[in-house]
């Protein structure tokens, strides 16, 4: 059975107009690959609810599964669970199982559950909550859409309670092999290495090291010894070559 | 006149599985944020030709520019060149300036153009080049589809190159604010404040710091004196803010 594919979306202007620098992408492209789901694509869009309802529904009807980011918090700022329930097409609401998760949190550290706080218990019908261990405010899986927090350390965190419920398939397994030649020198054998083996990945990443060009290999599958077989191939054709 | 819009695509496999973490974006974001060209969306894709057709396409025709980032080396995993020429419907081929770039370059560092090398002289009719003063071999600009290299150091060459020759807009302008109280105590009046400035975009983000709630009040906008009168009442509806 061929693995689960995924999307991911980042909400959020900060990161469009260069303030902040992603990372959760990243994070949770590592997961996906550990849990074997593919992540084929991902978006960043703005705090604006037509941006993110067009993402949302394009992204949802050709994935398995979609990821995202950002959004869930109390301020004006903050319209992902709105956003995701009208693309959707389902109402949002104040529901009870979140709002106590949040007077429980709030009552433990003193600070009021005023109207701002209580926005964050806004769930669209017929959503699943996901657990947030740091700071208590849920998100949500609608469908096959999984909504977080933008947080790192929260996002984190919801990723894992998540990733434990959905169903994985085989991981991505990697390998590399750096060789000391620039990529015009390697191109030609490792296309035709790449033509044998279809069905493993092959990226060839260029770098330049005390002034000397090299490529670090990428061997991207499933099955460990199909990969460990292309490794082997491509280090005969590179004695240079460093695993 | 309002400024140009963009969109960001960046292309790799490498992204996606989590291998390498993307810094491009987050630098094509600040720089096009200071020219006053609008990012307004960005997507991340694969190494496959109808994927990178797709989101050509999606982009090119809704933004004023396309940046992309990715896949214009020479090895069988570099073929943004052919999916753009194809996106746009296109011939692509060597093109004759683009190969004397690459032939004074390696004729300089005593390496051989082969075949492979030759690969990045192979630019899509009715292209203009954009300058790689790293490592000799061009981007392109077609269109509005602006194709750039993923190795860092170079597409950040190439975008300064680009940039300098497209038409900007009026500088997008920060500033911020930080205000140690949990964002559910500043939304209401936040929410507020951001609706009297509706022609500036203002952004929370939270953070914890020696165990206490904060949050950084973003406000972006291209008017420097709207920026500093929001700025100002914001200062006075929180007082313990530092700028």
Chains 1, 2 share one sequence.
Request: no cysteine.
């Amino acid at each position: 059975m061929p693995n689960p594919t995924a999307a991911a979306l980042v909400i959020g202007d900060e990161i469009l107009s260069g303030r902040t620098r992603d990372s959760n992408l990243h994070f949770l492209a590592g997961e996906l690959a550990r849990a074997g789901i593919d992540l084929r694509e991902a978006r960043i869009v703005a705090d604006q609810p037509a941006a993110i309802i067009a993402a949302v529904n394009a992204l949802r009807s050709v994935h398995d599964h979609l990821f995202t980011s950002g959004g869930i918090g109390p301020t004006h700022d903050d319209i992902t669970a709105d956003a995701v329930a009208a693309a959707f097409g389902v109402p949002v609401g104040v529901r009870e199982d979140a709002r106590a998760l949040l007077a429980a949190h709030y009552a433990k550290t003193g600070l009021e559950l005023n109207a701002a706080r209580l926005r964050m218990a806004r769930i669209p019908a017929g959503a699943q909550l996901i657990e947030n261990p740091v700071s208590a405010a849920p998100g949500f899986s609608l469908g096959n859409v999984h909504v977080m927090a933008g947080v790192p350390a929260v996002f984190q965190a919801m990723v894992a309670g998540l990733l434990a419920r959905l169903a994985g398939g085989t991981p991505l397994l990697t390998q590399s092999l750096t060789i000391p030649r620039g990529e015009g020198e390697i191109a030609t054998p490792l296309a035709a290495l790449a033509a044998e083996f279809a069905d493993l990945a092959f990226g060839s990443y260029p770098f330049v090291r005390a002034g000397a060009y090299g490529a670090t290999v990428v061997v991207r599958g499933t099955d460990g010894a199909r990969i460990e077989a292309a490794l082997l191939r491509l280090a005969a054709l590179f004695p240079e070559a460093l695993r």
